[in-house]
């Protein structure tokens, strides 16, 4: 049965770090590029930051630049999405999607269409 499951959420203070992961079972995660988006209360989803499958481009969206930092690890098939720096505005219910091939990695946090399949989520809260 495929899934991904993410893990890693919590409440953090302001300033504070987080590490989301997101485990793949069921399949390889060795031929998908692979997406972190996340939904605000009452805002549209966004892609935060998107891996291709194969030279490890990684597109990040502007608000998480420099603090948020994503990564793959094929041999335990997760990913992980290291937030550090974190500010109320990055609550958020934060998702992990694939998608089979190589696409363009911008355009696939842009649209969030068309994915392979969605984990279910993980809650991140930054309050003080």
């Known amino acids: 049965q495929l899934q991904l499951v993410e893990s890693g959420g919590g409440l953090v203070q302001p300033g504070g770090s987080l590490r989301l992961s997101c485990a793949a079972s069921?399949?390889?995660?060795?031929?998908?590029?692979i997406g972190w988006f996340r939904q605000a209360p009452g805002k549209e989803r966004e892609g935060v930051s998107c891996?291709?499958?194969?030279?490890?481009?990684?597109y990040y969206t502007d608000s998480v630049k420099g603090r948020f930092t994503a990564s793959r690890d094929n041999a335990k098939n997760t990913v992980y999405l290291q937030m550090n720096s974190l500010k109320p505005e990055d609550t958020a219910v934060y998702y992990c999607?694939?998608?089979?091939?190589?696409?363009?990695?911008?355009?696939?946090?842009?649209?969030?269409?068309?994915?392979?399949?969605w984990g279910k989520g993980t809650l991140v809260i930054v309050s003080s």
């Open positions: 891996i291709s499958s194969s030279d490890g481009t990684t």
């Open positions: 999607a694939i998608l089979r091939g190589s696409p363009n990695v911008e355009a696939m946090c842009l649209l969030g269409d068309g994915m392979d399949y």
């Open positions: 069921g399949f390889t995660l060795d031929d998908y590029a």
